[in-house]
Structures are given as structure tokens and as C-alpha cells.
């Protein structure tokens, strides 16, 4: 009886180290999926391909860096739009108001918080958060983004242009890749410039397309100008008149 009793436990207790084992074993490799890195493909810069490498960036560079968050709901989003500009639709015109768009669409405190405090544990400064949780700014140096999206950030040259970016695409958690979008401000490939320059050219001759109009790009007319748009035309575009 004593021997029966002391085999049966035997077997119940291998069988609990056996199970504990197995849980284990699963918990672990979930959580190994989790952390394993999910590399953002499309954050590539394209001009890097055609320039001309002049050494990696400063480690202590500043950058002011942008994450961007993905929508919810995408499919729904995608149905409420067609029907918001559909006559025949119920929701013709009924637009959401920005909070409706960001309860509805718009990432969760709590998806915001796990990408702000990644950002945090990898040394990076979290600045700003958008009013509907799509894009979170942050600073940190070239030494610390690197470390933190696994990017090797160079400085290039291509004709007279200098810029720096990042030699491979940022790399971040799995975990993340459901909730991060985009990360900008890795490089600084494409510049901005405002469209007057075109109305109105340093030389003082008249844009192409402009003839002999001579016109300032202070005080040009839409007609004018043929280029950029003005506060007419995106009240028009927006609807934005009555407001």
C-alpha cells in the first residue's frame, strides 16, 4: 500500500515538473517572438543608393525624430469614408469631429504609452504627443538612435548637396510592429522649399510660364502666381469658407 502510494506520487511529480516545463517552455518562446526585431522596410532612403558616402554622422548629432502610430480600425475607417462621400449614403457629409476620430481611429493610451516608454528605456526624450496619439516626437543623438532602431546613420553627398541618413532600415521590437507606423527623422535626404522662389527668383526675371508678368511674391495674385495654393483655394478644397 505504502509502496503503491509512494509510486503514484512519483508519477504525479514528474508529471507536474513535466507540464511546469512545457508551460515554461511556451512562455519563453512567446516571449522571445515578441522581443525579436521586426524591421520597418519602407523607412529605406533611396537617395543614399546614388550619393556618395562621406563618413558616418557625429555621435552626438542631435535629432528631432518622429514616430508615427498607426490607425485602428482601418477597415471600418476605409467604409466610413466612402460612405461620407457617397450622396446616396446616410453618412454623406457627416464628418467626425477630431476627438469622434480619435476614440474611433486613433491609437490607445495604452498602445501610446508602450511606444512612449520604449522610446524612454532606450535613452530617447519624448517631447510631444499629437492630439490624436498618431505621432509621438522625441530627441535623441545619433549614438542613441542607433543603438535604439539598430541603424547605421551616415553623412552623404550627392552633386552639392550634403545630407546624413540611415545606411538600413530602423529595426524595433515585434511586439511594436502593430502599433508603429513610421519613424522620421533619421535623415534629412529631402529639403523643403517654399514655392514663391518660382513666382518670384532671386535674379528678378519672371518664373517660367509667367511671361513677362512682372509680379512680387509678397503681393502676387493666384492668377499670377500658378503655383503653390492660397487661403482661397484651400477654403474651396475644405469647404472651410463658413468656418
Excluded at 508615427?68 to 467604409?79: A, K, P, S, T
Excluded at 446616396?88 to 481611429?105: G, I, K, R, V
Aim: net charge neutral.
Amino acid at each position: 500500500m505504502q509502496r503503491t502510494f509512494v509510486r503514484k506520487l512519483g508519477i504525479t511529480c514528474v508529471v507536474l515538473v513535466f507540464v511546469g516545463m512545457s508551460v515554461l517552455s511556451i512562455a519563453l518562446i512567446a516571449r522571445a517572438q515578441q522581443d525579436s526585431p521586426f524591421v520597418l522596410k519602407n523607412q529605406t532612403v533611396p537617395l543614399v543608393s546614388h550619393a556618395q558616402l562621406m563618413g558616418p554622422a557625429s555621435s552626438q548629432q542631435q535629432l528631432n525624430l518622429s514616430v508615427g502610430l498607426q490607425l485602428r480600425n482601418q477597415q471600418e475607417l476605409d467604409n466610413l469614408l466612402s460612405a461620407m462621400y457617397n450622396p446616396h449614403s446616410s453618412m454623406y457629409h457627416h464628418f467626425l469631429t477630431p476627438q469622434a476620430f480619435a476614440d474611433e481611429f486613433g491609437p490607445t493610451a495604452d498602445q501610446q504609452q508602450q511606444v512612449k516608454g520604449y522610446l524612454r528605456q532606450q535613452g530617447l526624450t519624448v517631447t510631444h504627443v499629437a492630439p490624436n496619439g498618431l505621432l509621438i516626437d522625441a530627441t535623441a543623438t545619433v549614438a542613441q538612435a542607433e543603438a535604439a532602431f539598430q541603424v547605421t546613420i551616415n553623412n552623404y553627398m550627392l552633386g552639392s548637396n550634403a545630407f546624413f541618413a540611415n545606411a538600413n532600415p530602423p529595426v524595433i521590437p515585434t511586439s511594436l510592429s502593430s502599433i508603429i507606423a513610421s519613424i522620421g527623422g533619421l535623415d534629412n535626404s529631402v529639403h523643403m522649399h517654399p514655392l514663391y522662389h518660382l513666382v518670384s527668383p532671386p535674379h528678378g526675371k519672371p518664373a517660367p510660364g509667367l511671361g513677362n508678368t512682372r509680379v512680387s511674391h509678397l503681393h502676387a495674385s493666384p492668377k499670377a502666381a500658378q503655383s503653390g495654393y492660397w487661403p482661397s483655394d484651400l477654403n474651396g478644397a475644405y469647404d472651410g469658407t463658413a468656418l
